[in-house]
């Protein structure tokens, strides 16, 4: 079937519209991601599932066919490596992303964050990995020696799949959700079977759960976060979808679940790089309580939990607790800055 014929069977409309075959929805993203589909074409087909609505088996079509795009994989054969997609191309809100997965790190949970640039004059993880003094536009075999010597990584979705981040940037041209956003979050370049990811679209947030099944996963929290970043939030209640090899379950967390006091939006105001780096590092360095600091210590909570590290999220608190009063999550931070710095200096 041509992409003018898939484009066709997906753009009669809600009613007349036909969910793609699983060999149909390889052969689109295929054409989409060779360049053999016109603009024009891409837009139509975007439009078209939109308003159709991506079925599960279409959304596990098009991230096996993408994935067969990647440049080339992280080599790391660790079976608690960590997946955890950060695609938010602008953040208002400070991050409790970066400290948590410093603190996942030292307690043994390897992390591999992967994600965009940001939009023009604002900021988003990558920005302020750099700006904790973090390499983020390193080669995928330098991030496979990252993660073997710090177990910590992060990867530039323009370097491990350029094809996908050219998409990305025309969906965020079209100005609404489509098939990439999932997708690009799914491409799991680490082939890791453990997940942490945020969607903040409510229609893909409700697939992702069993596309992820079908595509093989071990252990997976979906986060419907602000902003599109997998965070709980200590503000207000957030649905989440978890999924294992024998169940996936959807409910809603808040920090009370946890015996955690909520906050307010003004307690993760961003003020500015410069400050957010400061607070990053007086939390890691447990010099930091309040709300900020318990919502750091709960998502890091999630991510051993995840890893395999901890039997439930409440399990992991005193976990994540000790490592930050025992100084390793601060020490693990340095060990990754020492490192991105020693591989700066070489390619210099």
Known sequence: MSIAEIVAKVSRGPRESKDLTWGEAKAAMKSVLEGRASHFQVGALTVGLRTKVES??????FVTAARDYISTTVFFGEQRLLDIPTYARERTNRSMLIPAAMIAVACDVPVLMHGCEPDKASWNTSTLLRALGIQTDVSVSIVSNMLQDTGFGYLDIAI???????YLDFAHEIGSPSLFYPVARLLNPGNTKRHLIGMSSGQYFDKLGETLR?????????????????????VRLLRTHEVTTSMSRPYSMRPADFSLQSGLATDFSFESIESEVEVIEQVLRNKITGTYADGVILNAAVMLYLGGMASTIQAGLPVA?????????YAALLKVRAMTSSVVSQLG
Request: charged content about 20%; aromatic content about 2%; overall charge negative.
């Open 214 to 234: 079908m595509l093989g996963c071990d252990h997976a929290l979906i986060i419907q976060g602000e902003e599109g970043e997998p965070e709980l939030s200590m």
């Open 321 to 329: 607790r000790e490592a930050l009063s025992s100084g390793v999550a």
């Open 56 to 61: 599960v088996t279409e959304l596990a079509a």
């Open 160 to 166: 491990f799949h350029p094809p996908m981040n050219r």
